[in-house]
């Protein structure tokens, strides 16, 4: 079946405008998860989702960073008034349930650049 | 929160066996141990999962001892292909996922 999809795969933008990165889980995984990937680096986890539902919020980098959950699918990061710090590779994954030792299908990630 | 630490980089020759270890001295009685491959312009993926003693499947290995403060992630006879940014993760539901840093492999011909 279809993997995890992540949209856009890139995206340009200026500093200090709004972006949204919109993930796709596979069907019936009720986990996702987000991760933030700059440039040789490894992954930062930011947020995950137990349905709708974001019980911990504290790995997101500022409170510029928002994410959403909808009808137990589609996933949107937003960040507002982006920095150049901001620029990285932004990683979604998804897993059936919400446990530590779930196997995570991670997407291809959006590649943000803010100039 | 538990931390995790892996050598940045390791260098090998197709044909030969990789162990990888990752320490992770204040893992929680719960956490389970689990192994990504990243490609570059790829998301990672899965390899193995432990808990605790060894565990094999069919691309790799893992090794846990007792006190579950490391672990060591074994690719027997690695090709070119092998190439690639390892990863561990602990995870336990309720806790915040904690990769390691990544380790580099460079397989050489």
Request: charge should be neutral.
């Amino acid at each position: 079946g279809a993997g995890v999809s992540q949209s856009p795969s890139n995206k340009v933008t200026e500093k200090g405008k709004d972006v949204e990165l919109r993930c796709d889980p596979i069907s019936g995984h009720t986990a996702l998860y987000w991760y933030r990937q700059s440039l040789g680096q490894g992954l930062e986890f930011l947020i995950y989702f137990q349905g709708n539902s974001a019980p911990d919020k504290s790995g997101l980098p500022s409170d510029r960073f928002s994410a959403e959950r909808t009808g137990g699918s589609v996933s949107t990061l937003t960040i507002q008034r982006t920095q150049q710090e901001d620029s990285a590779v932004y990683l979604c994954a998804s897993s059936l349930v919400w446990r530590g030792d779930e196997t995570q299908y991670f997407g291809p990630g959006t590649r943000l650049l803010v100039l | 929160l538990a931390k995790t630490t892996q050598p940045i980089s390791m260098d090998s020759y197709e044909g030969q066996e990789v162990n990888i270890t990752c320490s992770h001295n204040n893992i929680a009685t719960n956490d389970y141990i689990t192994w990504y491959q990243q490609f570059p312009s790829q998301g990672p993926r899965f390899i193995i999962q432990g808990y605790k003693t060894k565990v094999t499947n069919e691309v790799a290995s893992l090794f846990i001892p007792a006190d579950r403060k490391s672990s060591t992630l074994s690719l027997p006879r690695v090709s070119l292909s092998d190439t690639a940014v390892y990863y561990c993760l602990l995870g336990d539901a309720g806790n915040m996922l904690t990769f390691g840093g990544g380790t580099r492999l460079m397989v050489k011909p």
